[in-house]
């Protein structure tokens, strides 16, 4: 397989994969794309070689950036702003993660504490309240837990991992 081949097939694979994570597939072959590249790329570029529109480029440039997966930079000699992706993969994973506990973990977690204050003495309400009460326990244990992922360092957690798994 050459260069162009496996680049292509990297960006397919990375928009595939990313949507079982619940990042969009264009947005993952943006970023995929800005992964590989070694030098910023304009929103042109990006629509150029993803074949897609200024209003996708743009949009997925956009949530990028929101994320903190990507950065803008100033290049000389280009017209307008340029993108460039996180390189180093661990902080991008923890980014990843930190975006996803805010945007999913810590909501859940809100209403999970407000449905454990309903009252009632049915068995029914008694049952209602043990299974909220058990699915809140687990939801702080893993906010604790990708806490840990996102404020540790990589070697700290690869040295719990292999503890884990052996």
């Not at 990375?14 to 929103?43: D, F, Q």
């Not at 209003?55 to 340029?82: E, F, M, Q, T």
Request: hydrophobic fraction near 40%; include cysteine; glycine fraction near 6%.
């Amino acid at each position: 397989m050459d260069y162009q081949e496996g680049k292509q097939r990297f960006i397919e694979v990375w928009g595939k994969m990313a949507s079982c994570w619940g990042i969009p597939p264009a947005m993952a072959r943006v970023h995929a794309l800005l992964l590989i590249s070694p030098e910023p790329l304009t929103a042109e570029e990006i629509k150029q070689q993803l074949d897609i529109s200024v209003g996708s480029a743009n949009i997925n440039l956009r949530k990028l950036l929101s994320w903190g997966l990507i950065s803008k930079k100033s290049v000389p000699g280009k017209r307008g702003d340029c993108f460039e992706a996180e390189k180093d993969i661990w902080t991008m994973i923890q980014k990843i993660i930190a975006y996803r506990k805010k945007k999913e973990l810590e909501p859940v977690i809100a209403e999970l504490e407000a449905f454990s204050q309903i009252q009632g003495d049915s068995a029914e309400a008694k049952c209602f309240h043990h299974v909220v009460s058990e699915m809140c326990k687990f939801s702080h244990r893993a906010d604790k837990f990708l806490t840990f992922l996102i404020t540790e360092e990589h070697l700290q957690v690869l040295h719990l991992l292999s503890r884990v798994v052996g």
